[in-house]
């Protein structure tokens, strides 16, 4: 199983990023994944999730400004995320779950003022 992050970048406050994650040797359809993110000296969090009945649940930082879609054709799930802002600064990392927790490399977004 091989998760590929890829979509960071740096942006200033309000801008915008459009995050990938691809997968091979696992599905996401029918299987939990999520997105999460980790700042400089936090832990890890959640910033959305999607079901493995294909529903999206999000984070309260993230409602309104992040969406999670997903492409089964393409075995992709990007998530979308506006008017960002310097609290959002960090690794971004997609996991799917089966069985045990698969996680990508991590995809770095930085926002300044």
């Known amino acids: 199983v091989q998760l590929q992050a890829s979509g960071g970048g740096a942006v200033q406050t309000g801008g915008s990023l459009r995050l990938s994650c691809a997968a091979t040797?696992?599905?996401?359809?029918?299987?939990?994944m999520g997105w999460y993110r980790q700042a400089p000296g936090k832990a890890r969090e959640l910033v959305a999730q999607?079901?493995?009945?294909?529903?999206?649940n999000y984070k309260d930082f993230a409602k309104g400004r992040f969406t999670l879609t997903h492409d089964d054709a393409q075995n992709t799930v990007h998530l979308q995320m506006n008017s960002l802002n310097p609290e959002d600064t960090g690794v971004y990392y997609c996991s799917v779950i089966r069985g045990q927790v698969y996680w990508g490399q991590g995809t770095l977004v930085t926002v300044s003022s």
């Open positions: 040797g696992i599905l996401f359809s029918g299987n939990f």
């Open positions: 999607l079901t493995s009945a294909g529903n999206t």
